[in-house]
């Protein structure tokens, strides 16, 4: 995304991920996508989607509508043989109109007035936060990830309640693969979803205990992992096999499935956390002499 609001894209585009008008097998070279409206202020991508969010808090998505994540009321799915299913795909933005709120006794209400504002993609599912700092989710409902304590996918996006009334908002999310995260305007972190591969989902909303107290400032999710720069320190965790992501060292433990401080970054200020599939990069606050010296004593990576 260029800084007045255009943008390029690269990459796998078989289910027309790109946004370019087409589905083509790759684009090696970043390309402007097809797109004509305002200024886009926030860009995210999930599995074979994307979505972009412009200057006036409209929504759009593109690309593989297979579980809703679209947010269009589809799956996009149509028989090409009696026994072969393909997809309906979107290959240029697409605005998102509907915004449902659903009772637990089945009452279904628009809501209005959605100003998006960020936006974070899973690998088929979609969260939003608006300008009222509420949450909406949608798409691939498995394990919970969408925090609506069911698994049915939403095809719309739909507001998350636990997020809804007076000192409850929402200022921040993160997503990966099958669970999500969100932080409350009082910086408390909450998950919900799976990010173990065995065990209990957490079906809606659920504080991170071992984070209680602390004051959560950049979230980082890879597919099963979580770094967090929280307070004045950077914690992980994530189920084994992990890949060096959770950032412990050579030495010791490489997988956590409760929270653990990383040692190695003692005394370095963390601005930003953000995760690949299984790899780790952070911004790091270089103010100082001390924090100079920190920084040197961690190894150089030569690619």
Not at 223 to 245: L, Q, R, T, Y
Not at 247 to 264: D, H, N
Request: aromatic letters at 8%; charged letters at 20%; proline letters at 5%.
């Amino acid at each position: 995304m260029t800084e007045n609001g255009q943008v390029y894209a690269c990459g796998d585009n078989k289910m027309g991920q790109l946004g370019l008008g087409n589905q083509s097998e790759q684009v090696l070279v970043p390309t402007q996508i097809r797109y004509k409206g305002p200024p886009i202020r926030r860009v995210a991508c999930g599995g074979e989607f994307s979505v972009i969010s412009d200057i006036n808090g409209n929504v759009y998505s593109f690309g593989c509508p297979e579980y809703g994540q679209l947010g269009h009321n589809t799956d996009g799915k149509y028989f090409v043989k009696s026994n072969k299913i393909e997809f309906q795909c979107e290959t240029v933005p697409r605005v998102i109109t509907v915004f449902l709120d659903k009772q637990r006794d089945g009452q279904v209400s628009p809501v209005t007035d959605v100003d998006v504002r960020e936006i974070a993609c899973g690998s088929n599912h979609v969260l939003i936060i608006d300008s009222k700092k509420r949450i909406f989710t949608w798409g691939f409902g498995g394990y919970g990830r969408l925090g609506h304590s069911e698994q049915k996918d939403e095809m719309v996006p739909r507001l998350l309640k636990f997020f809804e009334g007076p000192n409850r908002g929402a200022v921040m999310i993160a997503a990966g693969s099958s669970y999500s995260l969100g932080v409350s305007e009082h910086g408390a972190l909450y998950l919900w979803g799976q990010t173990k591969t065995s065990g209990d989902a957490a079906m809606y909303p659920k504080l991170v205990q071992d984070l209680s107290g602390w004051k959560t400032r950049s979230i980082g999710t890879s597919n099963k992992s979580i770094v967090v720069a929280a307070d004045e320190s950077v914690v992980s965790w994530g189920p084994s096999p992990c890949f060096g992501e959770l950032g412990y060292g050579e030495t010791g433990i490489k997988s956590s499935t409760a929270p653990k401080e990383v040692k190695p970054l003692e005394g370095i200020y963390i601005h930003h956390v953000s995760c690949g599939f299984a790899h780790t990069l952070l911004i790091a606050r270089c103010d100082t002499e001390e924090e100079q010296a920190a920084i040197d004593k961690l190894p150089v990576f030569t690619p």
